[in-house]
């Protein structure tokens, strides 16, 4: 497994699943890629965002892997102590939640306005930019690039995988990694512009 970090705005988490033959590689940006979601009402104050994106990769083909889904997520990290007001639902002995006891209480046993200002941000389905069709891959003998929601773009070879989150102040940080398959090591770079 590879990690980077110190004063790089990307960390990348590779790990080999010799079940499959692929990479499962995890890349977490920091901040948003792609256009800020709205903020939410009532969204408590953030101490740090992120945009994670998750995938499996065949690095001796250079190709995605064809039933797995890339997951991209735009997360948001809060502190701030539950105010004794905050009312939490109690659960019945079956461990489900008494749905007509008034409480206005969502299923997770918390309010809903609760709920909703932890999370913060719209996603990608309630924005205008997520309802803009994707940009078909581009596809070559070697590989293919795709463009993601949230800034995310992904370019494939054999051997090696960039992943790029673009940020809505035209920053680009790209994470590289180049896969040796006589050693089953993978070398991942940042680079930001």
Same mark, same amino acid.
């Given at each position: 497994?590879?990690?980077?970090?110190?004063?790089?705005?990307?960390?990348?988490?590779?790990? #080999?699943? @010799?079940?499959?033959?692929? &990479?499962? *590689? =995890?890349?977490?940006?920091?901040?948003?890629?792609?256009? /800020?979601?709205? %903020?939410?009402?009532?969204?408590?104050?953030?101490?740090?965002?992120?945009?994670?994106?998750?995938?499996?990769?065949?690095?001796?083909?250079?190709?995605?892997?064809?039933?797995?889904?890339? #997951?991209? @997520?735009?997360?948001?990290? &809060?502190? *701030? =102590?539950?105010?004794?007001?905050?009312?939490?639902?109690? /659960?019945?002995? %079956?461990?489900?939640?008494?749905?007509?006891?008034?409480?206005?209480?969502?299923?997770?046993?918390?309010?809903?306005?609760?709920?909703?200002?932890?999370?913060?941000?719209?996603?990608?389905?309630?924005?205008?930019?997520?309802?803009?069709?994707?940009?078909?891959?581009?596809?070559?003998?070697?590989?293919?690039?795709?463009?993601?929601?949230?800034?995310?773009?992904?370019?494939?070879?054999?051997?090696?995988?960039?992943?790029?989150?673009?940020?809505?102040?035209?920053?680009?940080?790209?994470?590289?990694?180049?896969?040796?398959?006589?050693?089953?090591?993978?070398?991942?770079?940042?680079?930001?512009?």
């Amino acid at each position: 497994m590879d990690s980077f970090g110190g004063d790089a705005t990307a960390t990348g988490f590779d790990v #080999f699943d @010799s079940e499959v033959s692929c &990479w499962r *590689i =995890e890349t977490i940006f920091d901040g948003f890629g792609g256009p /800020r979601p709205r %903020d939410r009402r009532y969204s408590l104050p953030s101490t740090a965002e992120r945009t994670r994106v998750v995938l499996r990769f065949d690095s001796s083909s250079g190709r995605l892997a064809d039933d797995e889904p890339i #997951f991209v @997520s735009q997360e948001r990290q &809060w502190a *701030i =102590e539950p105010s004794a007001e905050l009312k939490v639902r109690e /659960r019945n002995g %079956d461990g489900r939640y008494n749905a007509a006891d008034g409480s206005g209480l969502d299923r997770s046993g918390l309010q809903s306005v609760f709920v909703s200002g932890a999370i913060g941000i719209d996603c990608f389905g309630e924005s205008k930019a997520a309802r803009v069709p994707e940009t078909p891959p581009e596809l070559s003998e070697n590989g293919v690039t795709l463009s993601l929601a949230g800034g995310i773009r992904l370019s494939t070879a054999p051997g090696r995988l960039e992943v790029a989150c673009a940020g809505d102040a035209g920053t680009v940080t790209l994470v590289r990694s180049d896969f040796d398959g006589a050693t089953g090591t993978c070398r991942a770079e940042v680079k930001s512009s």
